[in-house]
């Protein structure tokens, strides 16, 4: 397929040239672009993906903070919560553009390889990248909860906010909190797909899709750990409730929503061009 503006009879070389450079990449770069980027998370070191984890697990409760802030100084009204939700963004602003490891962006990236080689060595080595990752976000946040929790850390205003802001996080019923985090799972699979293609964009690609997950309350298995356990160092929500409520729940909905993204609707539509590729290599 020719690049746009390679045959166009209104341009010159450079012209031409310069319309290929703007034109957006097409699925198979894009694809290329993940799986390069899976391939270095899978051969990463144990110790890499330890620190950048845990980095990671602490830097995203920056959302939680920011959204309690912004709604600590708001009125109480209808679209306080439109406004708040924001504050979201900041935790996945630092740990995306600061390349930290994220288990929701892992839980993608590192099946890609696995889908398009599609042997157990790739499987195994996939399994290990998201078991570390999602261990050592989790102690992050456990870290992070634990400071915010305790008295006197945050403005009292903001604390108020968090304490509801977690309380509504655990209060969800099982089946409603997995549901919802497919959701989760699913925009921030979404999110890996646009990054390549976004250019100076990425940071609004950002903002963007982790606002619609904080403003349709979908739980998110890492930025919620903040708030659950933050509901249990502060007294207000039982150690069960943080594992049976939110983790299970949670962390099913949100792998179940950025493998059905990465497998059904990115991977297998392109799938039979992988193969002819690799045949023919």
């Known amino acids: 397929m020719a690049e746009a503006g390679e045959d166009s009879p209104h341009l010159d070389e450079r012209e031409q040239k310069q319309a290929a450079d703007r034109a957006a990449p097409g699925p198979l770069v894009i694809h290329e672009i993940v799986r390069a980027e899976g391939e270095a998370e899978l051969e990463r ?10 980095a990671a697990g602490l830097s995203i409760g920056f959302s939680f903070v920011a959204q309690s802030y912004l709604m600590s100084g708001l009125p109480d009204t209808s679209w306080r919560r439109l406004v708040a939700a924001f504050g979201y963004s900041l935790g996945f602003l630092i740990v995306v553009l600061g390349r930290q490891q994220l288990f929701t962006e ?20 996939t ?31 903001a604390y108020a906010a968090m304490v509801t802001l ?7 019923p099982f089946w409603q909190c997995a549901i919802r985090a497919c959701g989760a799972g699913w925009l921030i699979g979404l999110m890996v797909w ?3 293609a976004s250019g100076s964009a990425r940071p609004l690609v950002i903002i963007l899709l982790t ?17 659950a356990s933050f509901a249990v ?7 069960g409730a943080y594992f049976v409520k939110f ?8 792998v179940f929503g950025g493998t059905a993204l990465a497998a059904v609707f990115n991977h297998a539509p392109i799938a039979g061009e992988l193969r002819e590729l690799g045949s023919s290599t």
């Open 45 to 54: 070191h144990t110790s890499g993906l330890v620190w950048s984890g845990l």
């Open 106 to 125: 892992t839980t993608l990236t590192a099946l890609i390889p696995t889908l398009t080689r599609r042997d157990m060595k790739s499987l195994v080595a």
């Open 127 to 157: 399994l290990r990248v998201w078991s570390i990752v999602l261990a050592m976000n989790l102690l992050g946040t456990y870290i992070f909860a634990f400071i915010a929790a305790q008295k006197g850390v945050f403005e009292p205003e």
């Open 166 to 172: 977690s309380g509504k996080l655990v209060a969800l």
């Open 194 to 196: 646009l990054l390549p």
């Open 211 to 227: 606002y619609v997950v904080a403003m349709c309350e979908f739980p998110h298995i890492i930025a919620g750990s903040v708030e």
């Open 233 to 239: 160092f502060s007294g207000h929500a039982p150690v």
């Open 247 to 254: 983790l299970l729940p949670t962390l099913a909905g949100n």
